[in-house]
């Protein structure tokens, strides 16, 4: 059987950013069916839908929307900034969803992991990344629900992941995740 496709989008462009290394503590935790890659999106020209009119549409897009074709399911991993999601995030979001009746997110599974260094875990960011997202059709996991709080004291100075308890929880959450993606794509 082969491997079900997942884009592990990161919403924190910062080098020593603590979501990309709770990302890479949880697509490492993935269980086996599920192939984790990470969709870069820093360099992504902001949306501007005169770019698809005219013809004269970026090569960053392009490959972007190539990629998010090619995918069967989603994990965002966001930070918060300002109790809202990272502009960096919404705008990937908004280029592969264009031209107009070719949204490449449609019908494909999600799941949704915030990380705050505050306790609140994200909370804002993660249920505004659910409107957009609910928009574009994709299914989002549900339960259980991912927020990461106080995650500075779970990383190590290189940025692992040391908390045993949140490792279990990410353990947990990418096995729900994963049946998750097989019941809406059927493969479970």
Do not use: C
Not at 32 to 60: C, H, K, W, Y
């Amino acid at each position: 059987m082969s491997k079900i496709k997942i884009g592990v989008f990161v919403g924190s462009l910062r080098r020593a950013s603590f979501s990309r290394s709770i990302a890479k503590a949880a697509a490492a935790l993935a269980p086996a069916e599920l192939e984790m890659s990470f969709v870069e999106i820093g360099g992504l020209p902001m949306f501007n839908q005169d770019f698809d009119d005219d013809g004269t549409t970026p090569e960053a897009w392009v490959r972007f929307r190539k990629e998010v074709a090619g995918l069967d399911g989603f994990l965002f991993v966001t930070p918060e900034y300002n109790r809202s999601m990272p502009a960096v995030l919404k705008n990937a979001l908004d280029i592969a969803s264009r031209p107009y009746g070719k949204n490449l997110w449609d019908g494909k599974p999600g799941g949704i992991i915030s990380v705050s260094p505050g306790g609140l875990g994200g909370f804002g960011a993660n249920h505004q990344l659910r409107q957009p997202l609910t928009f574009l059709n994709v299914p989002l996991l549900q339960q259980p629900e991912a927020y990461i709080g106080n995650v500075a004291d779970l990383l190590d100075e290189k940025g692992g992941l040391k908390n045993e308890s949140t490792r279990s929880f990410l353990k947990k959450y990418m096995e729900a995740f994963a049946r998750w993606v097989g019941v809406v794509s059927g493969s479970r």
